[in-house]
């Protein structure tokens, strides 16, 4: 239980999961590199003494292993656990009674603290947004950003830290046209939780008061990325998680967390937007510049002893990668009764987690087992795809167990299974001209885009192909190099997009080629890549490829496809996962930083400092 950020890292230290970093590092790239190959090496949380124009030091790779996240919380998990189980299942505490007193205890303790104004002079200074560490990741990056922040707004019609909303929404300090010390950015969505403060305080007339805390407690930064059960609210998580109460104070109307190691203060305006991007974002992509809200910033506090946590996000996996996994080990069986049916939910890392989710679910629709099609799996299917975050999914995979066991952490097993069992003119799904997520650049526009669920359920109706079908190896110019990816799916390499007219002329013609060839049924799914070798050498690279870089509506054909009564169907899917004119560019290092920080590694290595 930890009371502020130094004690976490003198902890952590302390038990040999921390490496300090003494030699002078620059905030522009080198510290993002540093991060990015510590984590790739699955090696310690890094703390940077002396930041490049900063007083103030740095910490990075907190969460970079799930053995760590839980070393962090090893005194406070377990009774966390219990609380959520009681908010997902009241009942059981009428069955536990004595098991639970700790619980509601834990939870009273959890209740945030208010103290005296004054309270803030006793620990924190006043400062400016030019003298925070100015971290940029990738050589693209608008400027500087806050990437582990933790955003407050209060419900202008129900103050308070109990209804208040605390978000991990990224915050950019510099460059583009924002004031150094004036002005920041905020990337958020109407229908996120600030956003609806937002909404609220527009229609009375008023800015939102919002203020940004950065550190504190390692669980403060938990809580602003859990997705908790209805009720419960994230300062009182933050309490529980830490064991320690949310301690705050208001300045000028703003509420200022006394445990963070730093605050940043201001209001969002009704319709006041900025220009805020581009960022290197977690689908290996930068989300490009867009208009977001801008926030007038007041004032700003420092802890005197503080030190400014960060994360790089890139294509995954990365530290969010791990934030997902402890999540996991919080929630547990959440999903379960949130959605009625669902027996298990994963959303694919290495796909960028949106574009690509994997569901279990329950067939109880099946009078007889003859019946042998998805019925209700559509339902729970629906269920999910209106259902918080996953409601951003582009690909849904769904089926439910039958004939053996399944785990949708087997991912290549997984999508085996379906293979095997869907009914191509059937099973495919799609629901055209919808949401996706904001930082998806495949689709028709910002947060505008399609998705198909693959529902299969039943016996196995074909056998994979493990060796390439001669049809495609004989496949004709402009398609070369076919790879095979796994059993059942093949990747060809297609020309360069040119646009969306010669794309479709261009899977046409390869469908076409294929239209009456005999040995596809193994194969029902051919997907079209700029580079087949790549995208077959790992099944992180598919994934990764395949569904970030394509929009079901536009970019799925079939051999010998067919609308019957509107409902789209084929005897093998086509997918193409080119990239396109419209897409974001990929993120790519800097090649002088990159050498520069191998260089740092081998003085390292060496013991030269």
């Known amino acids: 239980m930890f009371e502020n950020m130094k004690a976490c890292i003198e902890d952590l230290e302390k038990h040999g999961h921390l490496l300090r970093i003494k030699e002078e590092v620059d905030p522009h790239l080198e510290m993002a590199s540093i991060h990015l190959k510590t984590y790739a090496a699955g090696g310690p949380a890094l703390y940077f003494e002396n930041v490049k124009g900063s007083k103030y030091p740095a910490v990075s790779n907190l969460f970079g292993t799930l053995e760590r996240s839980k070393f962090i919380f090893r005194h406070t998990l377990e009774g966390v656990q219990k609380v959520i189980a009681l908010r997902d299942d009241p009942m059981y ?28 002079h006793d620990t924190h200074d006043e400062i400016q947004i030019e003298d925070l560490p100015q971290i940029k990741s990738w050589p693209k990056d608008g400027g500087a950003f806050v990437t582990l922040p933790q955003v407050y707004s209060e419900d202008p019609d129900k103050p308070g830290p109990m209804n208040a909303n605390l978000g991990m929404y990224r915050v950019q300090l510099s460059g583009n046209d924002y004031k150094m010390n004036e002005e920041v950015g905020i990337h958020y969505q109407i229908h996120r939780g600030i956003g609806i403060h937002q909404s609220k305080a527009a229609q009375r007339g008023e800015p939102l008061k919002v203020s940004i805390f950065v550190g504190g407690p390692p669980a403060h930064t938990i809580a602003s990325v859990m997705p ?84 790089v996000v890139g294509r995954p996996p990365q530290e969010d990668t791990s934030f997902g996994d402890l999540i996991h080990e919080l929630t547990g069986e959440a999903i379960k009764s949130e959605i009625p049916g669902v027996q298990e939910v994963h959303a694919i890392d290495a796909a960028g987690v949106h574009p690509l989710l994997f569901v279990i679910g329950s067939e109880r629709y099946t009078p007889f087992d003859e019946v042998d099609r998805p019925q209700e799996l559509l339902t729970i299917a629906n269920r999910v795809l209106g259902t918080n975050q996953l409601s951003l999914a582009k690909y849904l995979w769904i089926t439910a167990e039958k004939d053996q066991p399944l785990d949708t952490h087997d991912e290549a097993g997984f999508m085996q299974y379906i293979l095997e069992r869907l009914e191509l003119r059937r099973d495919l799904h799609f629901q055209t001209k919808t949401t996706i997520d904001t930082l998806d650049y495949s689709g028709e526009g910002l947060n505008e885009g399609s998705k198909v669920v693959l529902a299969a359920y039943g016996k196995q109706r074909r056998e994979l192909a493990k060796v390439i079908p001669d049809s495609l190896k004989d496949v004709t110019a402009p398609f070369t190099n076919a790879n095979l990816v796994m059993p059942g799916i093949v990747a060809v390499e297609g020309p360069a997009y040119g646009h969306a007219d010669k794309a479709k002329t261009d899977m046409e013609t390869l469908s076409k080629s294929l239209s009456a060839a005999r040995d596809l049924d193994g194969v029902p799914m051919i997907v079209v890549v700029d580079d087949a070798s790549f995208t077959s050498a790992t099944l992180n690279n598919f994934v990764w490829v395949t569904f970030t870089r394509s929009n079901p509506s536009h970019d799925m054909y079939g051999v010998n496809e067919a609308i019957v009564n509107k409902h789209w169907g084929c005897d093998a899917m086509i997918i193409d ?22 260089a740092f590694f081998d003085r390292m290595a060496k013991g030269e400092y």
């Open 93 to 120: 505490a009428l069955k536990h009674p004595l098991q639970n007193v700790s619980s509601g205890f834990s939870a009273v303790k959890a209740l945030p603290m208010k103290k005296p104004a004054h309270a803030i």
């Open 577 to 598: 996962a080119r990239r396109k004119p419209h897409h974001a560019p990929p993120l790519i290092a800097d090649p002088e930083t990159e050498q520069n920080v191998a």
């Open 228 to 311: 908790l059960p209805e009720g419960l609210s994230e300062i009182l998580f933050a309490g529980l998680l830490s064991g320690r109460r949310f301690r705050h104070t208001y300045i000028d109307g703003y509420c200022v967390s006394l445990d963070a190691d730093f605050v940043i203060t201001g209001e969002i305006y009704p319709d006041e937007t900025k220009p805020e991007g581009p960022f290197g974002d977690h689908l290996g992509y930068y989300s490009l510049t867009h208009e977001f809200p801008v926030m007038r910033v007041h004032k700003v506090f420092a802890r005197r002893d503080a030190v400014w946590p960060f994360t």
